[in-house]
């Protein structure tokens, strides 16, 4: 299993869309490259954290086998977690966090905050970015669990060769083939 500083920086990396939003949103107000800038660099850094953060997981956590039983496809679930923490920066005037930083701080760290308490860290926009699905799937035992991978489940009876990233999340240690 991942630790702590492992899950904080994927729940971190679920944050990079307001990040970009953020610097599009100063560059349409014709601020200079040095204010949205950041904010872009910043998004840009998080996607190859959360990229970086999978990939040595898959190499570095200890393998198990699972069999896959029942299995449903839960990409749809990314769209959710976008367009809620984004709708109501949409309806801001201002998103440049710097005439009232405490406002966007305290935006970022309620998202934060709900994703790490809700464990829902999987359902990162920015994983669907760098290539991977979400699954709720069944093993032989009958439990629900939540995998992650880079290919596309599509037969019951699959092994997947995976490790735990957290309680009832895996990810599939397999790429596309």
């Known amino acids: 299993m991942i630790n702590n500083l492992a899950r904080f920086l994927l729940v971190a990396t679920s944050?990079?869309?307001?990040?970009?939003?953020?610097?599009?949103?100063?560059?349409?107000?014709?601020?200079?490259?040095?204010?949205?800038?950041?904010?872009?660099?910043?998004?840009?850094?998080?996607?190859?954290?959360?990229?970086g953060v999978l990939e040595y997981s898959a190499k570095a956590i200890q393998k198990q086998q699972l069999t896959i039983e029942?299995?449903?496809?839960?990409?749809?679930?990314?769209?959710?977690?976008?367009v809620a923490y984004l709708l109501p920066l949409l309806s801001s005037k201002d998103l440049s966090f710097s005439g009232d930083w405490m406002t966007g701080a305290y935006v970022l760290v309620?998202?934060?905050?709900?994703?790490?308490h809700s464990g829902a860290f999987h359902f990162n926009p920015v994983m669907g970015l760098v290539g991977y699905h979400f699954y709720r799937v069944k093993n032989s035992q009958g439990l629900p669990v939540v995998i992650i991978s880079k290919r596309?489940?599509?037969?019951?009876?699959?092994?997947?060769?995976i490790v735990k990233l957290s309680r009832n999340i895996y990810l599939d240690t397999e790429k596309q083939g």
């Open 152 to 161: 596309e489940i599509t037969m019951r009876g699959t092994q997947l060769n």
């Open 70 to 82: 029942e299995f449903d496809t839960e990409d749809r679930e990314v769209l959710a977690f976008p």
């Open 15 to 51: 944050l990079a869309p307001i990040l970009g939003a953020v610097a599009i949103n100063q560059y349409s107000q014709g601020k200079s490259w040095q204010d949205w800038s950041v904010w872009l660099v910043a998004g840009v850094l998080l996607v190859f954290i959360c990229w």
């Open 110 to 116: 309620i998202i934060f905050w709900v994703i790490t």
